[in-house]
Structure formats: C-alpha cells, structure tokens
T-cell receptor, first 115, second 114 residues
C-alpha cells in the first residue's frame, strides 16, 4: 500500500545531542510537511517542501532544519535539542498542482524524548 | 487569515449514543474542510473532507459532516458511538489556492463509556 513512513517511531536523545528524524513516502506526492505536536495540542507546522522548494514557517526556531534529497525522502534535523523540543513529530504529504484539493496524508509520527 | 474553533475540548458519550463534535471556521475564500482522527501515539488519519462538492460528506467508520456556509460550521456526527471511536478529533481548514496549508482546531477528545 502506498503510504507515509516515519522512522524511528520512538527516539530518545540527550540534551544538546543532534538528532535526525526520517520520513519517506510511496505516494509520489510533490509536497512534504513537518509538524511538531506537543501533548494535548494541535499539530504546528514547522516547514514544508514543494518539490525542492523549501518553505520555512516564520516562527520555526533555527535549531530545526530539513533536507529533501529526493521526492521520496525528507529529514528533520534538530541541531541541539532542548527539553522543550520533546514532542511528537509528524510528517505529511500532499499531491501538488491543485490535485487532491488540499488533502494531507500523515505518517504515524516519531515520539521524541529529550533527557 | 483562516481559523478553526472546536467547541469542547472533551466530549463524553455512552456507547450507542449520538456523537456530535462541533467545528466552526473562518475563511475569506471558499475553504476546504477536513476532519482527522488521532489515536494515542499515532499520526492523523483522514476521516472525511469537504472540497466544494456535496455539502453532506460521508467518511470512514460511519462518520459524516455537513458543510453549512451560512453558519460557517462543519460539525462531525455519528449516529451510534462505539468504544473504538474514543480518540482525539481535529477539524482543519485549508485555502483552495496557494500553499493550501492546514490550519487546525485545538482538538476534541471523545470519551466513550460502556
């Protein structure tokens, strides 16, 4: 089945130690998104790619970076995780060029714990 | 700017009772509207969406929602709750042009008692 895959599902890191989260998709969608979701809150958009074009949200901290080496893969790098970065990180995709009518498809998420 | 308001952070129903989760939106352009469900430690799963076709939208798991432009509402209903419906539900709005970013409501946790 075509889908959005996130690895790992659970990640534990130490305060200040860089960490990378991975997202892959078999949907061949143009757009990939990264969201941060803290406990009992709605997902908060960090950034997105439309093909190779990167779009950063204005309030996304510089500590968060992203890479999209090809259509299928997108990575979230947290350069120096703080305790406040502990959250669920969600990847989502959307077909571009007006198709799909805005529908985003989400992966299962990666739960990040910072010790 | 678009926004979504979900009334009630928690809704409790008995198994077999009607489920009604409320969502009101604000948008300066015709919107796309979505309901997503999230189970613990899972991603968001699309329940249903409104994209300017029929105003009564049927989704998965017996859920449906009605788009009412005059009331700027998109409430989610299910005639008979099941224990497996217990989850967090998010309403979201997207513009039908541009980046089509999703703006989420704050979510409603549905509790189902036997």
């Amino acid at each position: 089945d075509a889908m959005v895959i996130q690895n790992p599902r659970y990640q534990v890191t130490q305060f200040g130690k860089p960490v990378t989260l991975s997202c892959s998709q078999t949907l061949n969608h143009n757009v990939m998104y990264w969201y941060q979701q803290k406990s009992s809150q709605a997902p908060k958009l960090l950034f997105h790619y439309y093909d190779k074009d990167f779009n950063n949200e204005a309030d996304t901290p510089d500590n968060f970076q992203s890479r999209r080496p090809n259509t299928s893969f997108c990575f979230l790098d947290i350069r120096s995780p703080g305790l406040g970065d502990a959250a669920m990180y969600l990847c989502a995709t959307r077909i571009g060029a007006g198709g799909g009518k805005g529908t985003q498809y989400f992966g299962p998420g990666t739960r990040l714990t910072v010790l | 700017a678009q926004s979504v308001t979900q009334l009630g952070s928690h809704v409790s129903v008995s198994e077999g009772a009607l489920v009604l989760l409320r969502c009101n939106y604000s948008s300066s352009v015709p919107p796309y509207l979505f309901w997503y469900v999230q189970y613990p430690n899972q991603g968001l799963q699309l329940l249903l969406k409104y994209t300017s076709a029929a105003t009564l939208v049927k989704g998965i798991n017996g859920f449906e929602a009605e788009f009412k432009k005059s009331e700027t509402s998109f409430h989610l209903t299910k005639p008979s709750a099941h224990m497996s419906d217990a989850a967090e539900y998010f309403c979201a709005v997207s513009e039908n042009t541009g980046f089509q970013k999703l703006v989420f409501g704050t979510g409603t946790r549905l509790l189902v008692s036997p």
